[in-house]
């Protein structure tokens, strides 16, 4: 297929959600070299932080009962599950809980594998190996710092700390113009602009209070606006774009979804079944 009879922008950003959380399991380094297969352009994750300083990808800060198994190979249950805190435990601890070999109820086409919650240096090392013996481009990333008021200092450090965790490995690994650095916590965003104007960034949202109601939460303009995809309209996607911001909703799942945002004017589209993109 040629640029000119795509049925997206040639600089639509598509971006792997959890690396392909449909597909494989979420936030593993299979799961992100799988979306690799797909034509999307940047990988999707989140990041918690371990007892030794490591940044690990994980959605949770502990491990979830919904696909983790302790090293005794019983699963994680609901009532210890947030007593399991990653920034509790080393790597090496972390790396003995499976989430793979369960799978996802929510996700019933997720291939089950014996996998564990990587460090972010890991999966960029493999991302970068797997793109040198592929002949692929290397693929940009969305980082999103895991991170509320209500658990700071019990399941993640201060913004403060945590900012400059993930702005001090960005640079170690020699990708900063290659990522994007969001989150939901405002305090995490006026944070990072005040330790680097210039980073890509991108202000989660899943409220209801309004685009106006949420801008004001920060200090500054940001570079992309990202809500939930049901939260958007065409007025809403045209509105922020007269400010100079650009969109890129998440999960979107269904192609009938994708047609609509993109013809509605989106930048990108954040998705748990990149391969979809094919489908298009």
Same mark, same amino acid.
């Given at each position: ?7 997206? %922008? ?8 959890? =690396? ?9 380094? *299979?799961? /992100? ?8 352009? +940047? ?15 994980? &959605?949770? *800060? ?6 983790? +198994? ?29 989430? $793979?070999?369960? =799978? ?13 919650? %990587?460090?972010?240096?890991?999966? @960029? ?8 013996? +592929? ?6 990333? !969305? ?5 509320? *008021? ?11 700390? /945590? ?22 916590? %405002?305090? @995490? ?10 980073? +890509?960034?991108? /202000? ?5 209070? =309004? ?8 200090? /500054? ?15 809403? @996607?045209?509105?922020? &774009? ?25 930048? $990108?589209?954040?998705?748990?079944? %990149?391969?979809?993109? !094919?489908?298009?």
């Amino acid at each position: 297929m040629t640029a000119t009879t795509l049925p997206y %922008p040639i600089d639509f950003d598509w971006q792997g959600h959890r =690396g392909c959380r449909g597909l494989m399991p979420e936030n593993t380094v *299979p799961a /992100f070299l799988k979306a690799l297969s797909y034509p999307v352009t +940047t990988l999707e994750l989140d990041l918690a932080v371990s007892k030794n300083g490591d940044l690990i990808i994980s &959605h949770e *800060p502990w491990m979830s009962h919904h696909i983790c +198994t302790k090293p005794d190979g019983n699963p994680v249950t609901e009532k210890e599950e947030k007593d399991l805190k990653l920034m509790e435990m080393t790597y090496a601890k972390i790396k003995q809980f499976d989430c $793979g070999l369960r =799978g996802n109820k929510r996700f019933p086409k997720q291939q089950k594998s014996a996998v564990h919650k %990587p460090s972010f240096k890991d999966m @960029v090392t493999a991302v970068d190996e797997f793109c040198l013996k +592929t002949i692929r481009s290397k693929p940009n990333y !969305n980082i999103e710092i895991k991170s509320h *008021p209500d658990g700071y200092e019990k399941y993640m450090p201060q913004p403060e700390i /945590f900012v400059d965790f993930v702005l001090q490995e960005v640079k170690d690994l020699k990708i900063r113009k290659r990522v994007c650095i969001q989150s939901f916590d %405002p305090n @995490v965003m006026n944070t990072l602009i005040k330790k680097d104007d210039n980073i +890509t960034n991108a /202000f989660l949202v899943e409220n209801k209070e =309004g685009i106006d109601n949420n801008l004001k939460k920060l200090t /500054f303009k940001p570079d992309i606006y990202s809500p939930d995809f049901q939260l958007l309209t065409k007025e809403s @996607v045209d509105s922020l &774009h007269a400010m100079d911001i650009k969109v890129i909703p998440w999960t979107v799942n269904k192609l009938k979804d994708m047609k609509r945002l993109i013809s509605w004017g989106v930048d $990108g589209i954040i998705t748990d079944y %990149p391969n979809l993109i !094919n489908e298009l």
